[in-house]
Structures are given as C-alpha cells and as structure tokens.
C-alpha cells in the first residue's frame, strides 16, 4: 500500500524558516516525481514544487521562488522541502504528492504550517 | 503563466446531471492533459480524472471527462448525482514550468 506521510510543520515567526519532511513507503520510490501542494485555511490548493525522479528536473510556484527549495533522498525514500524567509501567506497545510506522468496520484494525509 | 478559471459553486439535486468547467488563460488546452481531483472537508484530495478523460480504478463511471478545444475548457460531467458527490472539486494542468490548479468549484447535491 502507498503511503505518503509529512512531518516537520509547526508555528514559526515571519522570516523564519522550517523543513518539511514527506516518508514514502509502499512503492519504489525512485522511480516517481514528487510534489509539494499547499491549501491555506478555506481556500484552494496551490501547487508549490516538483521534482523529478532523478532530481535533475526542480520547478517552483513563482509564489515560493528564492525562498523554497525540494530536494528528495531515495535512501530515505524522502522528499523534503525547506523553506526560508517565510510570510503569513505561507500559512497552509502542505501535502506531498506523486506523480508518475501527469496525475498526482497519491497524497499525504498534510501538515499545517503556521506563520505568525 | 496561464489560468484556471472554475466556478466557485455549482448545485443539483440527487439523481441529476452537473457538469464543472475549467477554461484556461493562455495556451491550449488541448496540448497538456487535465486532471480533476475531488476533496471532502477535512480530506486529502483524490484524482476522478485524469489525462483529460481517463477514470481511475475505483472511480464510478458517473465521472467523466472532456475537452473542448473551441472555448479552451475542460469539464468534469458527474451523472446520476449521490449526496456523497458533494466535495469540492479542482483541475490540474500545467506547461513547461508550472503546474496550476484552478480555483476549486464546491458542489452541493440537495
């Protein structure tokens, strides 16, 4: 069974910085993209970073662009996402996602990242 | 980049027929597939559609999707309508540099 579990979020001041982690298991890990996804309270989902199997291929949303940065390690089957000088608007939960080709998949049950 | 514009809230009543749209900005939609995802509060989302038209295993086949190339939109067409349809519903699409989702469309069935 795939599963895909976040951790790391919390409350943090603005300017801070925090380091989600998302455990894969299930799956060959190696093999996939990974995705990062944020929802802020009440609103829509935003897509945040992509990387690709090899970690050759980053793309950030240009909301998080300079700040953020995804790196994945398959020995951990782990993806990561640290993210610096954060704003109250980085206030959302954070899901990890797969995507093997176009569909993200399988997603992480979220963690809630507080700035203020 | 481009957009996705959803209506932010669409209803039917038990049994009926509605159908989402998802019209893109900028570039065809047409040249990069579409994918639709369904979130009940308090859940993570899950795919209904995705490459435009295709169900995953689990999926009823009351889910169905398309594309249409004249007014640069996808829809996501849900028949035969169950209270437990009632969610929030989001496309996914992307170009060379960017995934965007659009800006999620609540259905209630009452």
């Known amino acids: 069974e795939v599963q895909l579990v976040e951790s790391g979020g919390g409350l943090v001041k603005p300017g801070g910085s925090l380091r989600l982690s998302c455990a894969a298991s299930g799956y060959v890990f190696s093999t996939y993209s990974m995705n990062w996804v944020r929802q802020a309270p009440g609103k829509g989902l935003e897509w945040v970073s992509s990387?690709?199997?090899?970690?050759?291929?980053?793309l950030y949303a240009d909301s998080v662009k300079g700040r953020f940065s995804i790196s994945r390690d398959d020995a951990k089957n782990s993806v990561y996402l640290q993210m610096n000088r954060l704003r109250g608007e980085d206030t959302a939960i954070y899901y990890c996602?797969?995507?093997?080709?176009?569909?993200?998949?399988?997603w992480g049950q979220g963690v809630l990242v507080t700035v203020s | 980049n481009f957009m996705l514009t959803q209506p932010h809230s669409v209803s039917e009543s038990p049994g009926k027929t509605v159908t989402v749209s998802c019209t893109r900005s900028?570039?065809?939609?047409?040249?990069?597939?579409v994918q639709w995802y369904q979130q009940r509060p308090g859940s993570s989302p899950t795919t209904v559609i995705y490459e435009d038209n295709q169900r995953p295993s689990g999926v009823p086949d009351r889910f169905s999707g398309s594309i249409d190339a004249s007014s640069n939109s996808a829809s996501l067409t849900i028949s035969g309508l169950k209270t437990e349809d009632e969610a929030d519903y989001y496309c996914l699409s992307y170009d060379a540099t960017h995934w965007v989702f659009g800006g999620g469309t609540k259905l209630t069935v009452l």
């Open positions: 996602a797969r995507r093997p080709f176009f569909d993200f998949d399988y």
């Open positions: 990387i690709s199997s090899t970690g050759n291929h980053i």
């Open positions: 900028s570039g065809s939609i047409a040249s990069n597939y």
